[in-house]
């Protein structure tokens, strides 16, 4: 299987954007706390989220195409089949639904840490260390804020055993974690 570093590697080859890079790091981190939540494969975990956006810059003209080419990249990377049909599952538009629990919890905390993010940036410091739990919360049930952190898809979490709150306050505490490589 690949090693983190060589699919950091692959994520810069790929990625030019600094703030998918961002996103990408942010959600690797929310797997990996979430995979030790869940007593699962950590670097398994970390891995699936640091590459489910590697094909953004290729299918960006095409985004039902999204996560079908992050597929076939992350399977000839060597991430077993369960991690490559979590990045292909994470994307809403082919209506495949995830059937592992690292696809849900994939699918459930991309959008997450996008809103995170955006409640972070509104603070008057830009700091995920002045986000709170409750603040998020409460910009979730503002559907005008963040409108591209899709509530519905974030609120799955409850289908792998947590609440919102439970789930809030795990994916901020991993990004709080790494603040200084999101910028944050």
Partial sequence: MITREEAL?????????????RHML???????????????DVELWGLTGLLHDIDTEITNEDPVEHSKVGYDMAKN???P?????AILTHNEA??????????????AVDPLTGLITAVALVMPDKKLSSVTPERVLKRFKEKRFAAGANREQIATCEEFGLSLGEFVSLVLQAMQEISEDLGL
Avoid: C, W
Avoid at 9 to 21: A, D, F, G, L
Avoid at 81 to 85: L, N, P, T
């Fill in 9 to 21: 590697q692959e994520v810069r080859k790929h990625i030019k954007n600094e703030n998918m890079i």
């Fill in 26 to 40: 942010a959600t690797e981190a929310a797997m990996k706390k979430l995979a030790q939540y869940f007593n699962e």
């Fill in 77 to 79: 990377l060597g991430l």
């Fill in 81 to 85: 089949e369960e991690a490559a049909r």
């Fill in 94 to 107: 082919h209506g495949i639904e995830p059937d592992s629990l690292m696809g849900k919890v994939l699918k």
